[in-house]
T-cell receptor, first 114, second 114 residues
Framework: KQEVTQIPAALSVPEGENLVLNCSFT??????LQWFRQDPGKGLTSLLL?????REQTSGRLNASLDKSSGRSTLYIAASQPGDSATYLC?????????????FGRGTQLTVWP | EAQVTQNPRYLITVTGKKLTVTCSQN?????MSWYRQDPGLGLRQIYY???????DKGDVPEGYKVSRKEKRNFPLILESPSPNQTSLYFC?????????????FGEGSRLTVL
């Protein structure tokens, strides 16, 4: 069974900083990894999806990398803005003993202040 | 517009009164799943379905039932709700083709059981 860990649990930075959020998983047998954003009391919005055969994906100021062999992914946010304040979650789709199951980390709560 | 729709969005009920939370997707996705989200515990999977008439338990299935009679619908049934089922519930779906599908979430259903 996968264990997904996100570090740090919370992060508070001034506007304009470049950020790195970390996600690690225990079993490298995955189909893909997905990063989400969640605003308070709202649903999850997909940010980036990285297939197991890919190393990174980019969307605007966001860049996500995947190192499957070491069980790590990072989400890089360039030039952070107050509107980026939210909780960021990662999820892996298992390819191992629990085929097809998705496992979530507990998230990194990001606050970007002006 | 591609979407996952949950109803109701908000519900207050009393212990023991059966209720159903509906979930519908319009993307012809094979995979559908229910999660609950609680402070400090993150997202936990209740049940998931790989396709019509195929369902399986997630991490916290006790007290819940599901059915998948049609591809687009995946209702969550609480036969006899209890206060510990007070939570924020999310339905999600993805294409299961090759297990590569991006996961899409509904807006959430906030349930309070008194």
């Amino acid at each position: 069974k996968q264990e997904v860990t996100q570090i740090p649990a919370a992060l508070s930075v001034p506007e304009g900083e470049n950020l790195v959020l970390n996600c690690s998983f225990t079993d490298s047998a995955i189909y893909n990894l997905q990063w989400f954003r969640q605003d308070p009391g709202k649903g999850l919005t997909s940010l980036l999806l990285i297939q197991s055969s890919q190393r990174e994906q980019t969307s605007g100021r966001l860049n996500a990398s995947l190192d499957k062999s070491s069980g790590r992914s990072t989400l890089y946010i360039a030039a952070s803005q107050p509107g980026d304040s939210a909780t960021y979650l990662c999820a892996v789709r298992d390819r191992g003993s629990t085929l097809g199951r998705l496992y979530f980390g507990r998230g990194t709560q990001l606050t970007v202040w002006p | 517009e591609a979407q996952v729709t949950q109803n109701p969005r908000y519900l207050i009920t009393v212990t023991g009164k059966k209720l159903t939370v509906t979930c519908s997707q319009n993307m012809n996705h094979e995979y559908m799943s229910w999660y609950r989200q609680d402070p400090g515990l993150g997202l936990r999977q209740i049940y998931y379905s790989m396709n019509v008439e195929v369902t399986d338990k997630g991490d916290v299935p006790e007290g819940y039932k599901v059915s998948r009679k049609e591809k687009r619908n995946f209702p969550l049934i609480l036969e006899s709700p209890s206060p510990n089922q007070t939570s924020l519930y999310f339905c999600a779906s993805s294409s299961y083709r090759g297990n590569t599908g991006e996961l899409f979430f509904g807006e959430g259903s906030r349930l309070t059981v008194l």
